[in-house]
């Protein structure tokens, strides 16, 4: 294991390496943690890790009924797609920003809630970070099975774009990854990250076409969709699963490259900066 002193600070771009090849040399450990961090909420309930699946598929169950013709509300309706269930609609842009909401702030508290570790064991911090996002990853991607059973059961055509789902799954752990990076070393060195990031997550809900379909936004203000990337990411879940388009070529490189560019940056932040986190907590 790797001794956390000053007197062993590595280049960034000797830290970035370094710090992927600690991912391989303790993938043991990563599995553990990662197993553990999504047991954890289910191991004192009756069905124990099957609510994994269960609870989102009660979820999107009971979205789907509520604004389904059997109940009448009508409260949006999608254009082009009248008859587009708008529960359905709804849980796929519910679905990646909450893994965004959980990234920054699982981040935020990820080496704070586990000082033990930091100050008195010598460990791979880099793999704490990692362990939260998967985690909160694993349980969005239940999430997306839960919907494909949901899109299937209510009588839409399940197409083929369906297989680009995991593609979009992929970019999106890269995304998640660097913002919990950031969030992780921020929240380290801010204690009061929490409560500025509080409204600014609530804020970021209604910027991003959740609620709302981006067709009704008015020209002037579409930068509000074109640079946000979680548009994308709702945008790429809805037009795969519930209209059988592949999502943009050009918005997809661009989601791409910036969200590599987020890891790596992040990454290899962290792993310059960790040296100081016991002297922060």
Same mark, same amino acid.
């Given at each position: ?5 000053s007197?062993?600070r590595?280049?960034?771009a ?9 991912f ?5 450990l990563?599995r ?6 999504v ?6 309930? !009756?069905l124990?890790?099957?609510w ?11 979205l ?15 254009d082009d797609h ?14 990646p920003?909450?893994a ?33 996002a ?6 969005k991607?239940?999430g997306?099975g839960?919907l ?12 083929w774009?369906?297989l ?15 913002l919990? !990076?950031?969030m ?11 409560e500025?990031m ?9 910027l991003?076409?959740?609620?709302w ?14 640079y946000?990337?979680?548009a ?7 037009e795969?699963l ?11 490189? !661009? ?12 990454f ?14």
């Open positions: 294991m790797t001794t956390y002193t007197g062993e590595k280049s960034i000797g830290g970035f390496f370094d710090g992927l090849a600690t391989w040399r303790k993938r043991w990563l553990y943690f990662i197993q553990r961090q047991t954890r909420s289910y191991k004192r309930s !009756y124990g890790i099957s994994i699946l269960l609870s989102p598929l009660v979820w999107v169950f009971f789907t009924l509520i604004f389904s013709d059997a109940v009448g509300i009508r409260v949006r309706i999608v009248p008859n587009l269930n708008f529960g359905l609609y709804l849980y796929c842009g519910l679905l920003f909450l965004f909401s959980e990234a920054m702030n699982k981040g935020m508290n990820s080496i704070r809630s586990s000082s033990g570790l930091v100050q008195k064991v010598i460990f791979p911090l880099e793999l704490l970070p990692f362990t939260n998967m985690a909160s990853m694993v349980d991607f239940f997306a839960a494909v059973i949901a899109v299937v059961l209510s009588g839409m055509s399940l197409h774009t369906a680009l789902l995991p593609a979009v799954i992929a970019l999106q752990v890269l995304f998640i990854l660097g919990t !990076y950031f992780s070393v921020f929240g380290t060195y801010l204690p009061d990250l929490g500025i509080r409204p600014v997550i609530r804020g970021m809900f209604f991003t076409p959740i609620i379909t981006p067709d009704r936004l008015p020209e002037s203000i579409r930068w509000v969709v074109d946000n990337p979680l994308y990411l709702v945008n790429a879940y809805r795969i519930l209209f059988g388009n592949p999502p943009g070529g050009l918005a997809t490189l !661009y989601f791409t490259l910036f969200s590599v560019a987020l890891f790596v940056a992040g290899a932040f962290f792993n310059r900066v960790k040296w100081g986190f016991a002297d922060r907590l």
